[in-house]
């Protein structure tokens, strides 16, 4: 069965950083593509990262040069770095992949940047 369970949210200032995991399990962690998504309330679900099996990134533009995802394949963690955060940022952060045919999501993150 697949899993994935994300931790490190919190409530941080505008500027502040804040670094979240996903942990996986059920399926071949090191070799799958992983993606960071996040839905502000009001809206709908957004793409902000993505990180394939040989360590390749990709961003959207709202995050590039702020936020970092990288993975631990011992581990099978997923981890995203968020620095500089605005207020815009803040959102119910999921971690997905694709595997066998489905997607799969964790229950997510929330993370509100305030001051």
């Known amino acids: 069965e697949v899993q994935l369970v994300e931790s490190g949210g919190g409530l941080v200032q505008p500027g502040g950083s804040l670094r979240l995991s996903c942990a996986a399990s059920?399926?071949?962690?090191?070799?799958?593509?992983m993606s960071w998504v996040r839905q502000a309330p009001g809206k709908g679900l957004e793409w902000t990262s993505r990180i394939n099996g040989g360590g390749g990134t990709k961003y959207a533009d709202s995050v590039k040069g702020r936020f970092t995802v990288s993975r631990d394949n011992v581990r099978n963690t997923l981890f995203l770095q968020m620095n500089n955060l605005k207020p815009e940022d803040t959102a119910v952060y999921y971690c997905?992949?694709?595997?066998?045919?489905?997607?799969?999501w964790g229950r997510g993150t929330q993370v509100t940047v305030s001051g």
């Open positions: 059920g399926f071949t962690f090191s070799s799958s593509a």
């Open positions: 997905n992949t694709h595997w066998r045919g489905r997607d799969f």
